[in-house]
């Protein structure tokens, strides 16, 4: 493998890769300029702020209940959310409950058991859970709270054996529970935050996370028998050099996870402040994060990794990895998965969440979330139904993300349009991209480059209908 960084005028990064990336990923700080820029991730399209407060709890039920005929029957997934956090976590986004105070957490969870019970009655005698995802501060949860949490579902949903059951642990040198415990429960599946290696960079970020917390964690997920180990791994963070990140990011590789996700620090609004507060320094520039996701790519290649995509990669026999080679990946609210197409249950506040057609949040501000609860009435904050033109851009946006082809025959087939025609506008901004060698254009389908799925998420905001119209 080759790899060189040449500065001279106009950056330009060049890497030699083994496989299908072999001398394709060549690019320079004009083409990042113009395609580079911050789009969100399509996972859940349209964003949150395209939900409307006129989507009641009443329209939410309705949809439930058109489940139960079979209108549109498909497998469920439970997302359940923990919004603790001591001290603030500058870096994610999510609600967060500022305490680890018992009284708090207990309080919080008896009203979270009032929304499985609550949204269990609503999908009684309902399909199978084959997903649950435990996310936030599980952590600051006892063997015996998340227990309790577990046994209601088993009592109120129907689990599949054998299903995807994941949870989020921090990696954090005391944690209230045990792994073998987690296991126990029924978590075959476990997400790792990992934000920085450097103690230094740690402490400014207000949290202590030494080395040692964060492999003995992963080593520990590894003894009690989880199936499967991702480690989610931020970069372009405040002050963060090249030799910072390779260097973490080889320590991450060394204790060998089935998947690292690169996360992309942003700043938001309401936390600059904060940060800046905190002795936070400027952040990488866009070109310096994008050389860290060009050297991120040529180690975990040569360590035997395959590029998922938006920056995810999974060993070559983990099933992400088989699913793909076979044609069988799906994306979704959760992002790439094995399963097919399902519908998202979020339990917890600030939840997001989705039935058939239809994307829903829940209750934001915590006394709101426990005031709908008293009244026995699931806690919708605002939704939106999607419209037939939603559903096919976002079916194309998955497509291209899963497979980097999209074929006009099959989207006429199922969507009986004549391709071409309906997004002239888009093929025609997609011409640009052609001429960068990011996609290639024919009269039969749209294939994007292995270059081009670096940007893959501006490739789809061409297919983004509000994205086009707020610009």
Known sequence: MERTFRKTGSLVYSLQFPGSFSSALQTNSDLICRFGGCYSDPCLYPGLNYFAEAFDVH??????NN????YFRRPLSLDLYVPFCWPLCLYYHSNQILSSEKDSIKTY????????RLQGQLFKDDTKVEQIYFKGGTTFLSDAQLSKLTEEIKRYFNLIEGGDFCIEIAAQPLTNCSMQALNKMGFNSAVVGVHDLDHQTNHSKQRIRSEEAIVQT?????????KSLKVEFSYGLPGQNLDEF???LLKIIATNPDQIKLSDYKQFAGIIKLQRNNGFTELPGTEAKFEMILLAISCLTEAGYSHIGMNLFARYDDLLAVAQRQGRLHYGLRGFSIYPDCDHLALGVSGAGRIGPILHQNQCDLLQYYDKLEQKTPPILRGVRLNADDLLRRSIMY?????SVISYDSVEAFFSIDFKQYFVTELTGLQAYAEAGLVALDNEEIVVTPK???FINSICGIFDKYLRKQH
């Open 67 to 70: 489940r139960k005929p079979g």
């Open 59 to 64: 329209t939410y039920s309705d949809w439930i």
């Open 452 to 454: 081009g799925q670096l």
């Open 246 to 248: 390779a260097n973490a």
């Open 218 to 226: 992963i080593c520990d997920i590894r003894r009690a028998g989880f």
């Open 109 to 116: 969870l008896d009203y979270l058991l009032r929304d499985i």
């Open 399 to 403: 497509a291209l993300i899963c497979h």
